[in-house]
């Protein structure tokens, strides 16, 4: 299976090997198979005795059921108030499948941190994309009427998860991949105050309007070779400035007044904007020769990287976002 993305199909093949990464994530991770069911208005106390582990919440949300995987890590008590990270799934994709295709439990169960899975609800094959806010949807169609508020969806999330679990709201934090990572970028402009960091993974967007309340600290990973958001624009109707302008954009948002250019050292070439507001920083690290992907993600078969791009393992998108987590909490 050979990918043409010059041609008019190429938005189709992208989304079917998405789509079917997510059913191949989805029948390879192991679950607990405990499921509960919990309303925006909860008001159960969030540090008591959780049982560490993955659960699946089916949660009931602006009038929508909505579905979240949750993992604890292994060393929590419950007691220990623990960052939370929430992990948005890209386009045509599910929550399962961002838990395969990130390893996020590993990386939560060695810092101790709480990582959230949701899942969005438009239908896209076997998956489901995000309502980014005035964006269209991967093809070009628009957001189907009525559709859920998404922004609305994560903040309530956010509430629910710190009622529920043992969350110190000062360590709320959001990374997403490709429709996710647009998806996070938008929460980062509306909802500056609650999120204290992003890292958009594969998809870095400075949204217009964005009306933050104070500067907040990005950092961003994205392939040199990424055939379905290309680093340097010009791609699809939600893709036509660059990673690079995007980047600038949020520093200028942030009201940095450095930069930093390093030259590409083991194929990755880091940017970063300092000297911004309230100590936020905004970190890009592009990689050199890679696709649409997650830095430091699972091998992936050769029948994904061929219409993806080229996988790398130079640097750990996982570890290098928790660096950046730690040292930017909400002010």
Same mark, same amino acid.
Request: glycine share 10%; charged share 10%; proline share 8%.
């Given at each position: 299976?050979?990918?043409?993305?010059?041609?008019?199909?190429?938005?189709?093949?992208?989304?079917?090997?998405?789509?079917?990464?997510?059913?191949?994530?989805?029948?390879?991770?192991?679950?607990? %198979?405990?499921?509960?069911? +919990?309303? !925006?208005?909860?008001? $159960?106390?969030?540090? /008591?005795? #959780?049982? *560490?582990? @993955?659960?699946?919440?089916?949660?009931?949300?602006?009038?929508?059921?909505?579905?979240?995987?949750?993992?604890?890590?292994?060393?929590?008590?419950?007691?220990?108030?623990?960052?939370?990270?929430?992990?948005?799934?890209?386009?045509?994709?599910?929550?399962?499948?961002?838990?395969?295709?990130?390893?996020?439990?590993?990386?939560?169960?060695?810092?101790?941190?709480?990582?959230?899975?949701?899942?969005?609800?438009?239908?896209?094959?076997?998956?489901?994309?995000?309502?980014?806010?005035?964006?269209?949807?991967?093809?070009?169609?628009?957001?189907?009427?009525?559709?859920?508020?998404?922004?609305?969806?994560?903040?309530?999330?956010?509430?629910?998860?710190?009622?529920?679990?043992?969350?110190?709201?000062?360590?709320?934090?959001?990374?997403?991949?490709?429709?996710? %990572?647009?998806?996070?970028? +938008?929460? !980062?402009?509306?909802? $500056?105050?609650?999120? /204290?960091? #992003?890292? *958009?993974? @594969?998809?870095?967007?400075?949204?217009?309007?964005?009306?933050?309340?104070?500067?907040?600290?990005?950092?961003?990973?994205?392939?040199?070779?990424?055939?379905?958001?290309?680093?340097?624009?010009?791609?699809?109707?939600?893709?036509?400035?660059?990673?690079?302008?995007?980047?600038?954009?949020?520093?200028?948002?942030?009201?940095?007044?450095?930069?930093?250019?390093?030259?590409?050292?083991?194929?990755?070439?880091?940017?970063?904007?300092?000297?911004?507001?309230?100590?936020?920083?905004?970190?890009?690290?592009?990689?050199?020769?890679?696709?649409?992907?997650?830095?430091?993600?699972?091998?992936?078969?050769?029948?994904?990287?061929?219409?993806?791009?080229?996988?790398?393992?130079?640097?750990?998108?996982?570890?290098?976002?928790?660096?950046?987590?730690?040292?930017?909490?909400?002010?």
């Amino acid at each position: 299976m050979k990918a043409h993305f010059a041609t008019h199909g190429a938005t189709r093949l992208v989304k079917g090997a998405t789509a079917t990464l997510a059913l191949v994530a989805l029948s390879a991770v192991p679950f607990s %198979a405990a499921t509960s069911t +919990q309303s !925006a208005a909860a008001t $159960s106390t969030g540090c /008591a005795v #959780v049982s *560490p582990g @993955s659960t699946t919440l089916s949660l009931k949300v602006g009038g929508f059921t909505r579905t979240v995987i949750v993992h604890v890590p292994k060393s929590s008590t419950g007691t220990t108030p623990l960052a939370l990270v929430l992990n948005l799934h890209g386009s045509g994709s599910t929550a399962a499948a961002q838990v395969k295709f990130t390893k996020m439990n590993v990386t939560a169960n060695e810092d101790d941190f709480i990582v959230a899975y949701p899942q969005a609800l438009i239908p896209d094959g076997t998956g489901f994309d995000w309502n980014v806010p005035g964006v269209t949807l991967v093809g070009g169609p628009p957001v189907p009427p009525k559709s859920a508020n998404d922004l609305k969806f994560l903040t309530s999330l956010v509430a629910i998860m710190e009622s529920k679990y043992c969350v110190n709201p000062k360590e709320v934090y959001a990374t997403g991949f490709s429709g996710g %990572a647009r998806m996070t970028s +938008q929460l !980062a402009c509306d909802d $500056s105050g609650l999120f /204290a960091a #992003v890292a *958009p993974v @594969s998809g870095l967007r400075r949204p217009k309007p964005c009306p933050t309340t104070h500067a907040v600290p990005v950092i961003s990973f994205h392939g040199s070779a990424d055939p379905v958001d290309p680093f340097n624009g010009n791609g699809q109707k939600y893709w036509t400035y660059s990673v690079t302008t995007a980047a600038k954009d949020w520093s200028t948002q942030d009201h940095c007044t450095s930069i930093a250019n390093s030259v590409p050292v083991n194929g990755v070439k880091l940017t970063t904007y300092g000297t911004c507001s309230n100590g936020a920083e905004v970190e890009l690290y592009e990689i050199i020769g890679e696709g649409h992907e997650w830095p430091g993600g699972p091998t992936l078969p050769s029948v994904y990287t061929e219409l993806l791009g080229p996988q790398s393992s130079l640097v750990s998108a996982n570890s290098l976002m928790w660096t950046f987590f730690q040292a930017h909490p909400l002010a």
